[in-house]
């Protein structure tokens, strides 16, 4: 199990852009595939994108497909999003997630750690 903590969040207005963080604990941090979720009000949890053990994969959800990137640095133990051109209907709560191994999935179910969110509000 890796402890995850996200950082970043916060309030912006529509086409403004936010850059997120998740800070992994333990000296494994290359051996797991990193992804994003996010959980906006009343609705269910869904993914956002993920990111390879070594980064040379990633894979996005169609909605924040060109506007958002996710990244990482090994080195550092962290993985980012960065998010541009925001929207009122990207406002949720963003998760971090970690699983052990290289191939991307996108199902909460394939991820075994979890962060305890940020929260992104974007204004219009």
């Known amino acids: 199990q890796v402890q995850l903590v996200e950082s970043g969040g916060g309030l912006v207005q529509a086409g403004g852009s936010l850059r997120l963080s998740c800070a992994a604990s333990g000296r494994t941090f290359s051996s797991y595939t990193m992804g994003w979720f996010r959980q906006a009000p009343a609705k269910e949890r869904e993914f956002v994108a993920a990111?390879?053990?070594?980064?040379?994969?990633?894979y996005y959800a169609d909605s924040v497909k060109g506007r958002f990137t996710i990244s990482r640095d090994n080195a550092k133990n962290t993985v980012y999003l960065q998010m541009n051109s925001l929207k009122p209907e990207d406002t949720a709560v963003y998760y971090c997630?970690?699983?052990?191994?290289?191939?991307?999935?996108?199902?909460?179910?394939?991820?075994?750690?979890w962060g305890q969110g940020t929260q992104v509000t974007v204004s219009s």
């Open positions: 997630a970690a699983r052990e191994g290289r191939s991307i999935v996108t199902t909460e179910t394939g991820f075994g750690s």
């Open positions: 990111i390879s053990s070594s980064g040379r994969s990633t």
